[in-house]
C-alpha cells in the first residue's frame, strides 16, 4: 500500500512569504496527487489535483509541481496571509484499482502576521 | 455549505450504547465514504460505497456496520464501542469512486465521537 510523509511539525511563516509544503511517496507512482486545506472542527476541502504527466499546476496563489522521479510534490502558497493558517492535507489513490484515497497526516501552516 | 452534512455534529457514547451517525449529500454524487481521523494519525479509510454497493472494507471491527439505502444517504451504525474509537468520523462523497476516476472528495464537517 501507498505511504505518505508530510511535514508532520507546525512550519512558521511571516505573512506575504512563500510557504512551501512537502509531501513524499513511497512505492508506485500514482497517477494522479490531490491537495486539501483543513480548518480546526471542519472537514478537509479540496483544493488542487495534478496528474502524474503535469509538471505544475496553478491556481490563484497556489501552486503545485510533482516530480514523479522523486516521488515528491510540493505546494506553494505566494503572498501568504494569516487566513492562509490551517493544516495541508496531500492525498493519492490507494492503488490496486481499490476505491478511496490514502491520506497523509498532514502539515500544519502558521502564517504570522 | 459543503453538499455533504453529517449529524450529530458531538456524540458522547458509553461503551455498551448502540448509535448512528447520518451523512447526507446534495451533490449528485454516487460514491460515498466513511473515514475516521484520530489525533495525530492520517484519515483512515473505512468503507466505501459505489452506487450503493459497499466495494471497500478496510479491515474495520464489526462494532461499526455501514448502511447505504440509497446514493444520497449513509449511515455508520456503532455498537459496544471501545474507548479508542473516540475520533472525528467523517464522510465523504465524489461523482465516481477513486477506483475509476480522479475526481476529489467533498466531506462533511465530521462527527465529533467520544466513547466513555
Known amino acids: 500500500s501507498q505511504k505518505i510523509e508530510q511535514n508532520s511539525e507546525a512550519l512558521n511563516i511571516q505573512e506575504g512569504k512563500t510557504a512551501t509544503l512537502t509531501c513524499n511517496y513511497t512505492n508506485y507512482s500514482p497517477a494522479y496527487l490531490q491537495w486539501y486545506r483543513q480548518d480546526p472542527g471542519r472537514g478537509p476541502v479540496f483544493l488542487l489535483l495534478i496528474r502524474e504527466n503535469e509538471k505544475e499546476k496553478r491556481k490563484e496563489r497556489l501552486k503545485v509541481t510533482f516530480d514523479t522521479t522523486l516521488k515528491q510534490s510540493l505546494f506553494h502558497i505566494t503572498a501568504s496571509q494569516p487566513a492562509d493558517s490551517a493544516t495541508y492535507l496531500c492525498?493519492?489513490?490507494?492503488?490496486?484499482?481499490?476505491?478511496?484515497?490514502?491520506f497523509g497526516k498532514g502539515t500544519h501552516l502558521i502564517i504570522q502576521p | 455549505e459543503t453538499g455533504v452534512t453529517q449529524t450529530p455534529r458531538h456524540l458522547v457514547m458509553g461503551m455498551t450504547n448502540k448509535k448512528s451517525l447520518k451523512c447526507e449529500q446534495h451533490?449528485?454524487?454516487?460514491?460515498m465514504y466513511w473515514y475516521k481521523q484520530s489525533a495525530k494519525k492520517p484519515l483512515e479509510l473505512m468503507f466505501v460505497y459505489n452506487f450503493k454497493e459497499q466495494t471497500e472494507n478496510n479491515s474495520v471491527p464489526s462494532r461499526f456496520s455501514p448502511e447505504c439505502p440509497n446514493s444520497s444517504h449513509l449511515f455508520l451504525h456503532l455498537h459496544t464501542l471501545q474507548p479508542e474509537d473516540s475520533a472525528l468520523y467523517l464522510c465523504?462523497?465524489?461523482?465516481f469512486g477513486q477506483g475509476n476516476n480522479n475526481s476529489p472528495l467533498h466531506f462533511g464537517n465530521g462527527t465529533r465521537l467520544t466513547v466513555t
Open positions: 465523504a462523497s465524489s461523482p
Open positions: 451533490l449528485g454524487h454516487n460514491a
Open positions: 492525498a493519492l489513490p490507494s492503488g490496486g484499482g481499490a476505491d478511496g484515497l490514502t
